[in-house]
């Protein structure tokens, strides 16, 4: 054979094996593909053309302490219509009439909603834009409409729900209800109650298979869920919308009056701590007031005079003087290492009672006292304060307190004249919230409890999750007789004629407390000072019922600085109004106990809805806030007369929803 045919013949061989040996590797790697790997291929054709989505669950409500709602969950809806899934015939025979449905529903020309429905159709649309924002009501409504009413696969509608979180009294309180954010890495931003209790309030997320389909969109497979969502608890806070509303009116008016930077108010109930109402408003770039931080928790400031009750408590309690313990005030000037301590008096009060240097608030008087007895020993007095709880954060649920500041000698800070200043309220820090409890603790005969925000966490109104219980963090901060004491000085505070709250007076309801004045920037020019005004203390008088912080930063000075004008009249308003308006005495003290007669007839209701889920609920009674998103959930349309809570309903309660979905509520 001639070398050439050889050499051609090899190289055939050649070609042919490889071909061969290409075969075999693709015989193997089908092999492997179908059989060993399969699987995995297989998920991931079918994760990048379908996925699991999530569903955000409905997250729980937060109640005032009636059961008006502060925050609640609005479920909103957004409609897509796939034109491809809808049959040529049903499509031209319904698309005028579905138009004029949508026309009557969203608005706009039924021409102009059945040129965008058939050009989506000509475009082969699958995930149309319909409506968004939809409430339940008229998501049931669209649900009925021609063409969409055959479904998703028939019909081609599509729906998605989100929720959308609402505050139903406005921005009162919102700071302090808050709000909880999650980002994208599944991290928490917590404010207020909503953060607080997220645990309780988030609920548990469910999800649902959706499929991928033109222009990366993703449309549900079906109605059905994979995995329900479970709603989420609701929490009974302690909030009442009567004193709320009191609070965060007579704040805004003197804010506005003294055109003061910001300021709060925080208004407890003495024996439970259990906070009533709390406003905390500073002014924007536009010089209007919202709710923006929460002063009282989190901002700590130098107490001024209302700090000298916690300097007298101690005084008294370690027995180094009684309330008529004589103090000379001399000219109202005392100096130490350069630097003075005066009197608001230019002229001084002389000799004077502790009782009245409290009275009148005598800076000199005070310190005078401090420093004769705790002068040569200032960890003794010190040490008393840290026996009070004034140096420990309340722990409250709520994050952000800020950690108080009580200087101790051990302290590398500690100089010549931190006890001198401190007693009367200087190179001390506490936030209005740390102060008010301890004016809570001696309206509470010394009993020092933590400031409470919330009492309940419920599957429903009637269903107990959790109680949150009164909290004692000091059973007594001083004797019963200390107490007796300050708390007569500080009804002289208001009473005596020569008290820096007389103005706050009245004959109709007693009141007890101290003014507070303090510079924040004492080390600047006089003309640049600032001013902190302050009221604290409790009402009435005898048995006390309330206790209340006023603290307002910044007035300008050339109208007002002085507590007793600025920050006393918040107090003397909320005080009286509440007196006036919420009855102090003769009230329901245990509103826990729910009436026999009432939780029947819920448990009843509950019983009918769960099997026909279309009952007509019983409404009477309930605050309008409240009753017409549980009508409208159920796909009826509130007519409301009046306002207040519900004394009526057309509706007959028990019943079956019919035809008629129309339902008046008669309110007053």
């Known amino acids: 054979m001639p070398v050439t045919e050889k050499n051609i013949l090899n190289r055939l061989y050649f070609v042919a094996g490889g071909m061969f040996l290409f075969a075999i590797a693709v015989v193997v790697q089908l092999i492997n593909v179908q059989f060993v790997e399969g699987d995995k291929y297989k998920a991931m054709a079918l994760e990048s053309t379908v996925r699991k989505a999530v569903i955000e669950p409905s997250r729980g409500n937060v109640y005032a302490d009636d059961g008006s709602l502060l925050a609640t969950s609005v479920s909103k809806y957004d409609i897509y219509f796939d034109t491809k899934t809808v049959n040529k015939t049903v499509f031209t025979d319904n698309v005028k009439a579905l138009s004029d449905s949508l026309s009557k529903l969203l608005g706009k020309s039924s021409l102009y909603h059945e040129k965008r429905l058939t050009d989506a159709r000509t475009n082969k649309a699958q995930f149309l834009p319909i409506a968004k924002n939809l409430s339940y009501s008229e998501y049931i409504r669209i649900k009925q409409f021609p063409i969409f009413k055959r479904g998703a696969y028939k019909g081609g509608f599509i729906d998605k729900v989100k929720t959308v979180r609402e505050h139903p009294i406005g921005n009162i309180a919102r700071r302090t209800v808050g709000y909880e954010l999650k980002d994208e890495k599944g991290h928490y931003t917590k404010v207020g109650l909503e953060g607080a209790f997220g645990k309780y309030l988030r609920g548990k997320e469910g999800s649902r298979i959706e499929q991928k389909i033109a222009k990366g969109q993703w449309k549900p497979v079906s109605n059905d869920n994979d995995l329900e969502p479970q709603d989420g608890f609701d929490i009974i806070s302690t909030v009442n919308v009567n004193i709320q509303d009191i609070a965060h009116h007579a704040l805004l008016e003197q804010l506005e009056k003294y055109k003061a930077d910001h300021g709060c108010v925080v208004v407890m109930e003495v024996a439970t701590g259990e906070i009533k109402a709390i406003s905390n408003l500073g002014r924007n770039s536009k010089g209007k007031y919202s709710e923006r ?63 009245k240097a409290f009275e009148v608030s005598s800076n000199v008087g005070i310190v005078k006292i401090i420093d004769d007895f705790y002068g040569k020993n200032p960890r003794k007095f010190v040490d008393r304060l840290y026996n009070m709880n004034l140096h420990e954060t309340l722990d409250l649920p709520i994050l952000g307190e800020g950690r108080p500041i009580v200087p101790h000698p051990n302290d590398k800070t ?57 909290e004692v963090i000091n059973p007594s901060i001083c004797s019963e007789e200390t107490v007796a004491k300050v708390k007569k000085m500080m009804l002289n505070v208001v009473e005596k004629k020569h008290g820096t709250g007389n103005g706050l007076y009245s004959p109709d309801f007693s009141m007890a407390g101290k003014t507070g004045t303090c510079q924040k920037n004492y080390g600047g020019k006089r003309s640049e000072v600032k001013y902190i005004s302050s009221f604290a203390g409790f009402f009435p008088v005898k048995e006390p019922k309330y206790s209340c912080i006023v603290v307002i930063h910044e007035p300008v000075q050339e109208i007002g600085y002085y507590g007793a004008d600025v920050s006393g009249p918040v107090f003397k308003k909320i005080a009286h109004k509440i007196y006036r308006d919420t009855p102090i005495f003769d009230q329901v003290e245990n509103i826990e106990k729910v009436n026999d007669v009432v939780e029947q007839s819920y448990k009843s209701y509950q019983d009918k809805s769960i099997k026909y889920k279309t009952i007509v609920p019983n409404v009477v009674g309930m605050p309008a806030m409240d009753a017409i998103p549980l009508l409208e959930n159920l796909g009826l349309r509130v007519e409301i007369n009046g306002s207040g809570k519900v004394r009526k309903q057309s509706l007959e309660a028990g019943k079956k929803i019919g035809t008629e979905k129309r339902i008046v509520l008669e309110l007053s």
């Open 293 to 355: 931080l929460n002063y009282a928790v989190g901002e700590r400031h130098e107490p001024g005079s209302t700090f000298k009750l916690m300097s007298m408590v101690a005084a008294l309690e370690d027995r180094v003087i009684d309330s008529d313990h004589l103090v000379n005030t001399g000219n109202g000037r005392l100096t130490f290492y350069g630097e003075t301590v005066e009197d608001s008096n230019r002229r001084g009060y002389g000799t004077i009672t502790a009782s």
């Open 414 to 470: 500690w100089s010549g004249i931190s006890l001198q200043w401190m007693a009367y309220g200087y190179g001390v820090e506490l936030t209005p919230l740390q102060i008010l409890a301890f004016y809570n603790a001696i309206a509470n005969n010394g009993e020092l409890v933590r400031p409470r925000f919330v009492k309940a966490v419920r599957e429903n109104w009637y269903t107990s999750e959790q109680k949150f219980e009164k």
